[in-house]
């Protein structure tokens, strides 16, 4: 009987708790401990030296996710309002990649200044974050849609946000392209029509940069420096007819798929009977192998370049691979000085870290007259999230937010993989856990991110 007794308190525990829980749970709790023990204590908690992002909307994101966990039904409608308000933010980029300032947002800005800043949003690199996101999210219903009109709408949130995400002109976006590329055929493989799809959500991708190409050159938009990587793919697509093949084969899967249709429409017999094959399961599943060869490809190119020194070899790419004071834009100085800065913590801070949000207060301290002398700028945050959390909340902090992010994509694949709402938001935060390496948490596209993450593990539509 004591048995029974605790096998059901433990599947009860189970319905009423998930993995998520306990990771945001642990997180919330380092972060205020953090701030309780932080030299900076008012700081650390409304994170006014740096971006806002204090223990105080730590706090907030969880107080968001245990009540949306719990009590939110994830909805259609609340992802096409979400895709319809950043078709809007999109279109506003798009209007500034060609410098018209529809809203005169620009109009008292420096000229130097007004092709970092874009939109509605802010900089070029919280756009193309907030971007991704609506490209996450409509690419996935996109390829989950079986209504025409549904498939239509989607197709245009998606092909404006591929064309928005080049245009915003921050590397940063590659980084969310490339894993939801990336992750995008374990999910789609599984069925012909998500093989299609997926050939035609890249064909958009491509097109739209080969479109972004010929503009530039139509209207002369050279004032806008879209980076060295869209410079490559550019001339890659104009140099091979890799586009041509790709709607070649678009259209030929289409096409077989029409011809069947209307032979069973049209009554044949043998078109009634005949089946194309479906993919085998391990289609999708091998694609870890290409995945785990990409990764081991860049740590090689890593290792060869920084260690090896073979630099040779690289090209117009070695600025992406060789780490300098000067790499993304000041970015590998800034992650210099904070392992420097972390190495002299005392020990109570190596374990909890300087308090939330406190890198601004740190580099202040201990790198100003460095700062301002080598780089002419004051960094207040590290631009890599996973190393901003390992400073300033210690590394069990850093642990307890990858435990958030894995544990959610493991409980979307174990209970709602045949959910295409809880997939659309699993690969947003995706995309922002991909560009967050590059980039900061500010209040901008994180709380999207948060949210996207609470459709994630909301309890409508699991499987029981």
Same mark, same amino acid.
């Given at each position: ?36 023990? @932080?030299?900076?204590?008012?700081? @650390? ?5 740096? $971006? ?157 940069? $080969? ?68 993919? @085998? ?49 000041? $970015? ?82 174990? $209970? ?49």
């Amino acid at each position: 009987m004591a048995a029974k007794e605790v096998k059901k308190v433990k599947k009860h525990i189970k319905t009423v708790f998930q993995t998520p829980d306990i990771w945001i749970f642990l997180f919330t709790l380092i972060s205020v401990i953090s701030a309780m023990l @932080s030299p900076f204590l008012y700081e @650390s908690f409304w994170g006014n030296e740096g $971006r806002y992002s204090g223990a105080f909307l730590t706090i907030l994101y969880a107080a968001v996710y245990f009540c949306m966990s719990r009590y939110y039904h994830p909805r259609q409608l609340h992802l096409e309002a979400f895709l319809a308000a950043g078709l809007l933010m999109c279109l506003h980029g798009i209007t500034d990649f060609f410098g018209m300032d529809i809203l005169h947002f620009k109009a008292q800005m420096e000229p130097g200044q007004r092709y970092i800043f874009t939109s509605t949003i802010g900089n070029i690199n919280t756009y193309t974050a907030c971007v991704a996101l609506v490209m996450a999210v409509a690419g996935i219903l996109f390829a989950a849609d079986t209504n025409t009109l549904a498939n239509i709408w989607h197709g245009i949130c998606v092909t404006v946000s591929f064309a928005a995400l080049v245009m915003g002109a921050s590397d940063n976006a590659y980084l969310s392209l490339m894993a939801f590329f990336g992750f995008l055929p374990m999910y789609l493989f599984r069925s012909k029509k998500g093989i299609r799809k997926y050939f035609l959500l890249l064909t958009l991708l491509l097109s739209s940069v $080969r479109w972004i190409g010929y503009v530039t050159e139509r209207y002369d938009v050279h004032y806008v420096n879209l980076g060295t990587i869209y410079e490559h793919l550019l001339h890659f697509l104009q140099a091979y007819p890799v586009l041509w093949i790709l709607w070649l084969v678009v259209l030929c899967m289409y096409g077989i798929e029409a011809v069947l249709w209307l032979g069973r429409k049209c009554g044949g017999e043998k078109f009634k009977s005949f089946q194309l094959p479906k993919p @085998s399961p391990w289609l999708a599943r091998s694609w870890w192998i290409v995945i785990v060869l990409v990764a081991g490809a860049v740590v090689f190119a890593l290792y060869d370049v920084n260690i090896a020194g073979h630099t040779e070899r690289y090209g117009g790419l070695l600025e992406y691979l060789q780490f300098s004071d000067r790499w993304g834009s000041g $970015r590998g100085y800034a992650w210099r000085i904070a392992i420097e800065d972390y190495k002299q913590f005392p020990l109570v801070q190596k374990i909890f870290g300087y308090g939330p949000d406190t890198f601004g207060i740190v580099t202040r301290i201990n790198n100003l007259e460095d700062m301002v002398s080598t780089q002419g700028v004051r960094f207040d945050n590290a631009h890599n999230e996973y190393l901003q959390y390992f400073v300033t909340v210690g590394p069990f902090g850093l642990l307890a937010y990858l435990g958030i992010f894995f544990s959610t994509v493991w409980t979307v694949v174990k $209970r709602k993989l045949d959910n295409p709402l809880a997939i659309a938001a699993l690969f947003a935060v995706i995309c922002y856990h991909a560009q967050a390496i590059v980039n900061i948490n500010e209040p901008i596209s994180t709380p999207l991110m948060w949210v996207l993450l609470c459709i994630c593990t909301a309890r409508g539509g699991e499987k029981e």
